[in-house]
């Protein structure tokens, strides 16, 4: 089992940056395919991004592509969200999610353990 922390949410202006973070704890790190996923008030919960187990292949929501980065570093046991360019649209919960079977996924389902959340606001 592993415990997801997420950390680095909190208020920007349209156009800013913001780096989250999510810290892992348990079992070993990197045997897990990582995710990032997001759910605004009233809406389904999201995929946005996610990273295989060694970092070589990532996948990326269309909406998100090009403006954010996903990356791991299986030394720290953490996994991060570099976002920029952001949008008040993208104005959301953003949750932390590891995945036991090899391969990204885009669908929240395929996850077997998740973070608590961090709040992203986006201003205009």
């Known amino acids: 089992q592993v415990q997801l922390v997420e950390s680095g949410g909190g208020l920007v202006q349209a156009g800013g940056s913001l780096r989250l973070s999510c810290a892992a704890s348990?079992?070993?790190?990197?045997?897990?395919?990582m995710g990032w996923f997001r759910q605004a008030p009233g809406m389904e919960r999201e995929f946005v991004a996610a990273i295989t187990r060694s970092g070589i292949t990532t996948n990326y929501a269309d909406s998100v592509k090009g403006r954010f980065t996903i990356s791991r570093d299986n030394a720290k046991n953490t996994v991060y969200l570099q976002m920029n360019s952001l949008k008040p649209e993208d104005s959301a919960v953003y949750y932390c999610a590891a995945k036991n079977l090899h391969g990204t996924s885009r669908y929240f389902d395929d996850y077997d353990y998740w973070g608590q959340g961090t709040q992203v606001t986006v201003s205009s």
């Open positions: 348990g079992r070993t790190f990197s045997s897990y395919t």
